[in-house]
T-cell receptor, first 113, second 112 residues
Framework: DVKVTQSSRYLVKRTGEKVFLECVQD?????MFWYRQDPGLGLRLIYF???????EKGDIPEGYSVSREKKERFSLILESASTNQTSMYLC????????????FGPGTRLTVT | GEDVEQSLFLSVREGDSSVINCTYT??????LYWYKQEPGAGLQLLTY?????DMKQDQRLTVLLNKKDKHLSLRIADTQTGDSAIYFC????????????FGKGTRLSVIA
């Protein structure tokens, strides 16, 4: 059974703190993605990675960075959290086999106060 | 660029069929997906179809693809209260090295 896990379901941080969101997949997928989801705005892509040590900016990369040192792990970093980064963060992974099925983690609800 | 459009809301009575619609713009070979998101959870992949197919059935779910109109639908037979969720349509163009393009999601409400 496919599995994408995220380090926390709920997280509360203070403005200015550095925040790490971790995502791990066990499917040996090449591609990994970070999205944020806000009411009325749908899913917005922050960053993605096609391979270890590779990263590409998505639609809204400002205020975020990522790290992919191992194939199974993709980290999202908020260098200095701000209240407008309060959101639901979703990680996903996708293989390159037929179907290109993409699987999501359970999400992390981040609140920045 | 690619775009995926969905209506935002749908309300049906328990036991009826639900039909959720989606339109897309990419005309090349593509995979099209349906995801379900329950409150506070991640997205769950329900099913997908390749653009050379017209229909795919999986238990209560039927996906219909009209390539000429670039229209995709998800039919849920015998809709239950547990089907209440947001349903996302998404597409990817081959060779598959780009992110999925998602619609904004359709909120399905099932009335008992």
């Amino acid at each position: 059974d496919v599995k994408v896990t995220q380090s926390s379901r709920y997280l509360v941080k203070r403005t200015g703190e550095k925040v790490f969101l971790e995502c791990v997949q066990d499917m040996d997928h090449e591609n990994m993605f970070w999205y944020r989801q806000d009411p009325g705005l749908g899913l917005r892509l922050i960053y993605f990675s096609y391979d270890v040590k590779m990263k590409e900016k998505g639609d809204i990369p400002e205020g975020y960075s990522v790290s992919r040192e191992k194939k199974e792990r993709f980290s999202l970093i908020l260098e200095s959290a701000s209240t407008n980064q309060t959101s639901m963060y979703l990680c996903a992974s996708r293989g390159m086999a037929s179907g290109y099925e993409q699987y999501f983690g359970p999400g992390t609800r981040l609140t920045v106060t | 660029g690619e775009d995926v459009e969905q209506s935002l809301f749908l309300s049906v009575r328990e036991g009826d069929s639900s039909v959720i619609n989606c339109t897309y713009t990419d005309s090349s070979s593509t995979y099209l997906y349906w995801y379900k998101q329950e409150p506070g959870a991640g997205l769950q992949l329900l099913t997908y179809i390749f653009s050379n197919m017209d229909m795919k059935q999986d238990q209560r779910l039927t996906v219909l693809l009209n390539k000429k109109d670039k229209h995709l639908s998800l039919r849920i037979a015998d809709t239950q209260t547990g089907d209440s969720a947001i349903y996302f349509c998404a597409e990817i163009s081959l060779p598959g090295n780009t992110p999925l393009v998602f619609g904004k999601g359709t909120r399905l409400s099932v009335i008992a």
